[in-house]
């Protein structure tokens, strides 16, 4: 079979409540709690090894400080206050894979973080400029079409545009709040279904039926679900039975 196209497959690690030994196997890419809801300095160095022991490239997960919320809420606090603690999250993931002998590859903001720089310039400009200035090197995974993307773009970051094979869209593009019924796809043949039609169509369903076009460099599984090493390793085969190579963003 003539492999057409490469594709990044990543999730999410290092948040101490996932399988990670089970999902490492089946991707590309790894984003890690690095503090802010999830992680602490023996998650990052076991997450860092078993990344390094599979060849899977690294990056950070930093997130609003809110374990008791596992950073999948809004914390009220000042925007200064918030890129001093991507900074220090970063930071401290960078430490522990330059003392592993390696480094990070992008950064990846998680939950209402992410969810919220997706529709706001100025928070998604601000965490760009913060992750330029630490590594102008990094790449930013964001959500595809989103002011994320736009932002690291005009601060001189390489991007990576992000689709999700576990979450259903609205048909603006964000993401289905997980306080909905239906946010989370659970079947892994349907999330298989989804991924092939980014894939080759560019395209995906949105909750209302509409079809909503969507540029996927990475497709993202949440590695804190607990099939999350069953899901992995069926949309690894389906992805490959369908002709693409699985490999990191920039890797030849």
Known sequence: MTLHRTIDFNADLGEDCGDDAGVIRWISSASIACGGHAGDARTMAATVRLCLDHGVAIGAHPSYPDRAGFGRRPIDMSLDELLHSIREQVGALADVAARAGTRLAHVKPHGALYNRSAVDPVLAAAIARTVYSIDPTLRLFGLSTSASLTA???????????????????????????????????????????VLSLLEAGQVTADDGSTLELQADTICLHGDRPDAATFAAQLNRAIRAAGYRIAAPGTS
Request: proline share 7%; charged share 30%.
């Open 152 to 194: 690291a773009h005009e601060a001189g970051l390489v991007t990576a545009a992000e689709a999700f094979a576990d979450r259903r869209y609205r048909p603006d593009g964000t993401l289905v709040p997980r306080s909905e019924a239906h946010a989370v796809i659970d079947d892994p043949g349907l999330a298989a279904e989804q």
